[in-house]
């Protein structure tokens, strides 16, 4: 009998027993597709573990298209490919005068933003700190452009807060 392999999205984590790099996929009742779930997830769910060619270049947290086929065991699933999910960037300029002024970074489910007069970090308060925050990032798409893009929006709000007074 020939494996199948399924494809879905998993984030994979490290096992706190083994120190492996596990994920964890739950069947969907209905569609009967393979889905990735959390560990504490309350859904029937199988562990995955990463085909030897995969050791060591998995990142956790990071959300991967994976390809999986069925241990012999039938206990879990072999990932036998993972790719990396690149989301596409939106970086928008948002200004109401003398109230809000922000560059907002959107990608996947996540918002980075530069907000110079009421960030609480420094990873929002400051340039740099926006930078930092995405050169780590390893799923956004054409990252390159993103910074620049960023970099031309939060210099132009900083004119624009400079002509409205903020120092």
Request: charged share 40%.
């Given at each position: 009998m020939a494996l199948t392999l399924e494809k879905t999205q998993i984030k994979f984590t490290k096992s706190?027993?083994?120190g492996e790099i596990?994920?964890?996929v739950s069947r969907?009742?209905?569609?009967?597709?393979?889905?990735?779930?959390?560990e504490d997830s309350g859904y029937g769910k199988q562990v995955c573990v990463l085909s030897l060619e995969l050791k060591g270049k998995i990142i956790p947290n990071l959300l991967y298209n994976v390809e999986l086929k069925t241990m012999h065991n039938r206990n879990g699933y072999v990932v036998v490919s993972a790719e990396p999910v690149l989301f596409k960037a939106l970086v928008e300029m948002v200004v109401v005068p003398n109230i809000t002024y922000q560059v907002q970074i959107k990608f996947g489910n996540k918002t980075v933003y530069f907000d110079p007069l009421f960030g609480r970090t420094q990873s929002s308060k400051t340039i740099?700190?926006?930078l930092k925050v995405l050169n780590g990032r390893k799923d956004v798409e054409d990252l390159d452009s993103v910074v620049k893009d960023f970099e031309k929006k939060a210099n132009l709000l900083i004119k624009k807060m400079n002509t409205d007074g903020f120092y």
């Open positions: 706190e027993e083994t596990i994920g964890f969907h009742s209905k569609t009967k597709k393979l889905k990735g779930v959390r740099e700190g926006v």
